[in-house]
């Protein structure tokens, strides 16, 4: 995986995006949680505070009480070669997370539930998929948004997981509602995505998207929709962009943000007051975007926190504060007005 995110991650650091040059937040503040740690690519927090939060290279699986200031160690998944994606079930507190694992014949990402000590293999996906975020939606579902598994032509291809955002039942069966019936696939044409997260406001779900070399993006995930990536991809023009990278498929979708030159979005959460914040890994920065009055496009994007590392995840949790994680350290994210 760390081949992966260097492979995806490390691009130029100069940022474009459809309303022109962007602008300053005021200042946010970040208070450490914990640190020392290898790589929290993914975390998640409780309503109480609790951070369950999985140390990527090293597929171990941790958790750590603010009530106590202790940290104890959840597992560490045998033959695997990563821990991505975290959540906690809403209403049950089980733990939930993805994995690549060592199986004969290859690698392959697997959606495990941890309960009481006792880990189940739900779903396996299959060969080995770049990975990103997992969480429950305000229906109860759970979503899950995997990588096109370095070829354009999956996002496209409706017959596998590559390139898409799933949603399912708690078990990991396909959702009842999904666009085809007994499908895990909710929407569809994505490349490589590190976060997403639901609205507070309108419970719409919004996700970051790495571009190739060009086109990073924010989009606002609808049932069904096509976002456009596949194999006549290319980063040059004609046509413009962002057509140039989200064309292919019935009907593509384009994204309500886009940079042209990348800066490598990751973690993405709203603000309890609505606000959408994201992370990026090139420019070691959180920004914020102000949506318009339907929810449904950007009005600002604006630079919220200029950090030292780069940022990996960000996230809401359960408690009401905004968090996000580095390549050491987990941190609290002070954001006034929020």
Not at 70 to 90: C, D, M
Not at 240 to 265: E, F, S, Y
Request: aromatic letters at 8%; a positive charge; one cysteine or more.
């Amino acid at each position: 995986m760390l081949r992966r995110w260097l492979a995806v991650l490390l691009r130029a650091a100069s940022l474009f995006t459809t309303m022109g040059p962007m602008r300053s937040a005021d200042a946010a503040g970040e208070v450490p949680i914990l640190r020392g740690l290898n790589f929290p690519g993914d975390f998640t927090v409780g309503s109480d505070g609790t951070v369950v939060y999985a140390e990527t290279y090293i597929a171990r699986l941790s958790e750590f009480s603010p009530r106590t200031g202790r940290t104890s160690v959840l597992l560490t998944l045998p033959n695997a070669s990563e821990i991505f994606g975290v959540a906690i079930h809403p209403t049950k507190g089980w733990i939930y997370f993805t994995a690549i694992v060592n199986v004969p014949g290859g690698q392959h990402t697997q959606l495990f539930r941890l309960v009481n000590g006792s880990v189940s293999l739900l779903v396996d996906f299959g060969p080995k998929i770049s990975g990103g975020r997992l969480l429950f939606g305000p229906d109860g579902m759970l979503y899950l948004v995997l990588g096109d598994r370095n070829n354009s032509s999956n996002s496209q291809n409706l017959r596998n997981p590559f390139g898409k955002v799933l949603r399912m039942t708690d078990d990991g069966s396909p959702a009842p509602g999904n666009p085809i019936a007994g499908s895990r696939i909710f929407a569809y044409g994505i490349r490589n995505s590190f976060g997403m997260g639901f609205d507070p406001k309108s419970s719409l779900l919004w996700l970051t998207d790495n571009g190739p070399k060009c086109n990073d993006e924010i989009d606002l995930i609808r049932q069904g929709g096509n976002y456009g990536w596949g194999p006549t991809e290319t980063c040059a023009t004609p046509p413009p962009a962002p057509r140039d990278t989200n064309r292919d498929g019935q009907a593509p979708t384009l994204p309500v943000l886009w940079m042209r030159r990348t800066v490598a979005p990751t973690g993405l959460a709203f603000t309890p007051s609505g606000r959408l914040l994201y992370g990026t890994y090139n420019t070691r920065s959180i920004r914020q975007v102000t949506l318009n009055s339907n929810r449904t496009a950007a009005a600002s994007d604006q630079l919220l926190l200029r950090h030292s590392d780069h940022v990996l995840s960000v996230e809401r949790g359960g408690d009401g504060q905004m968090y996000f994680s580095d390549e050491t350290s987990i941190y609290r994210l002070q954001v006034s007005g929020s």
